[in-house]
């Protein structure tokens, strides 16, 4: 490799960023701004289709005899009777594809146009969400597992491609409102699934609906996506050229857009500690985040008996909670590393502490108390303070590699989603009787022990230090005096 194979990474210097600084003060609100709402757009849209399930497994397969159950058949509405272990594996089959995908994405997401691969990734999995009702009519529950597998494969692209895409649009020092706006999207997605979910499925349209309105939504968001996105500055069409100059001259020291997949440092950050630090808080957070997301509608109907409708309303309120509390969250988080008040490692290690271990104490507490109000307002709690993991964890894969951020996204992702097949399914095997607090309790107290082993093991291992194998410039400057010596000799 020459030296016009890769650019040299390095720090912005105060002066240069000052002067970029400025030079925004004229752009405003710019496409980078449009991306950044066509991608949060995509996950709230991505999350619609992911969690919709989650609430209308409920209305599914309601319990007999009770008010949704006869409801449901004298609207017509097909129901279901299936075993609390087939619900266990239809929550968890996605994730299985997740799985099995999300490494392959973030590869393929660097050898082929990112807007393309997202694009295609949302048709599919929109047009799976549409034909989803009449295929588990016709052919059951297998058939629904096959879809949700199936949907599992085609949203793994999802964030993979948005973290490439972005790594060229959001200048170094608007990442945190950039990109974190695009992640609020899961909480908004979630949100209005929770609550719409509850009272479509309450209508005489039934469970049905909530699929077709979702599906619709990610293939009008693709046509959206077609006609005003990109996957870089170089492709779009509307872009002005004093903002691209801006973006260009911001990212030049910051990004090595040039590095090829055979100069991954495999070796090295398969065995970082770093690394699997960040992993292992990835798997905590997901086992509570889709603990709470996929069994918490049933807790709240089968134990605190509410009706489906309230199910949704009570179910969207802490992501709501979540999506107002993360903007505060993330200012006070910059304030006090802007003011060297805490460095970026100890500032990592707070927040995901907050979000987990809050968590842990959220969940114990959840197993032993009765009063209906105070498990609603518990279960607020613990989603909510769970968007401090954005300031944690979540961005600590660019800390640690800026170059290979989103592979870094891509391998943490595929291990994490391993949190949301075994939660569901751990939960099918403790809970025989869902009416049962006992076999909650076990639940929930399981959930408190992952969360507080992940972030320990975070807490003494985990780093916000560039690691050494990010920057290809001593591999580089190697070869180059390797190459002078050879010339020196030939001479």
Request: aromatic share 10%; charged share 10%.
């Amino acid at each position: 490799m020459t030296n016009l194979d890769v650019k040299q990474t390095e720090p912005v210097n105060p002066q240069e960023m000052n002067s970029i600084q400025k030079a925004d003060s004229s752009h405003g609100i710019g496409f980078r701004h449009l991306q950044s709402l066509l991608l949060f757009l995509c996950v709230v849209s991505g999350y619609l289709i992911r969690v919709n399930l989650s609430v209308t497994i409920v209305a599914m397969n309601p319990v007999i005899n009770s008010t949704d159950y006869f409801r449901e058949l004298a609207n017509h509405v097909p129901i279901f009777g299936w075993t609390n272990s087939m619900r266990s594996v239809l929550l968890s089959t996605f994730f299985v594809g997740y799985l099995v995908a999300n490494f392959p994405a973030s590869v393929l997401g660097c050898r082929f146009d990112n807007k393309t691969l997202l694009a295609c990734s949302m048709t599919v999995s929109s047009l799976l969400t549409l034909i989803s009702p009449p295929v588990v009519y016709a052919y059951g529950a297998p058939a629904l597992v096959a879809v949700r597998f199936a949907q599992g494969l085609s949203s793994a692209f999802m964030f993979p491609m948005v973290h490439g895409i972005m790594s060229k649009w959001a200048p170094p020092h608007e990442r945190g409102q950039l990109v974190g706006f695009i992640n609020s999207g899961i909480q908004l997605g979630t949100m209005v699934t929770m609550a719409v979910s509850g009272v479509l499925c309450s209508s005489s349209m039934g469970w049905p609906s909530v699929y077709y309105l979702s599906g619709a939504f990610g293939l009008a968001w693709t046509a959206i996506w077609l006609l005003l996105g990109s996957g870089s500055l170089s492709t779009h069409r509307f872009v002005s050229q004093a903002e691209k100059d801006y973006i260009q001259r911001s990212l030049t020291n910051t990004v090595n857009h040039d590095i090829r997949l055979s100069d991954t440092p495999w070796k090295s950050i398969f065995t970082s500690l770093p690394v699997w630090a960040t992993a292992l808080a990835h798997i905590g957070h997901n086992w509570g985040f889709w603990l709470l997301l996929t069994e918490m509608p049933t807790f709240i109907h089968t134990v605190l008996k509410f009706d489906i409708k309230d199910d949704g309303m009570l179910s969207s309120l802490p992501y709501l909670a979540m999506f107002l509390l993360q903007i505060p969250v993330t200012f006070i988080a910059d304030f006090l590393n802007k003011r060297e008040i805490t460095s970026l490692t100890v500032s990592r290690k707070i927040w995901n502490t907050i979000s987990t271990w809050g968590g842990t104490i959220g969940l114990v507490i959840l197993g032993y108390i009765e009063n209906t109000h105070l498990i609603i307002i518990l279960y607020v709690f613990i989603v909510a303070i769970g968007c401090t993991s954005n300031a944690g964890f979540n961005i600590n894969h660019m800390d640690l590699s800026p170059n290979y951020a989103g592979l870094l996204m891509g391998i943490t992702n595929t291990v994490a989603a391993s949190g949301g097949i075994i939660a569901p399914l751990f939960v099918g095997l403790v809970v025989d009787d869902q009416t049962s607090v006992a076999e909650w309790r076990i639940v929930f107290i399981s959930g408190a022990v992952v969360l507080f082993i992940t972030n320990l093991f975070f807490i003494i291992f985990g780093s916000a230090e560039t690691q050494p194998w990010n920057s290809l410039q001593n591999k580089d400057s190697l070869k180059m005096d390797n190459t002078k010596q050879d010339i020196e000799i030939v001479g």
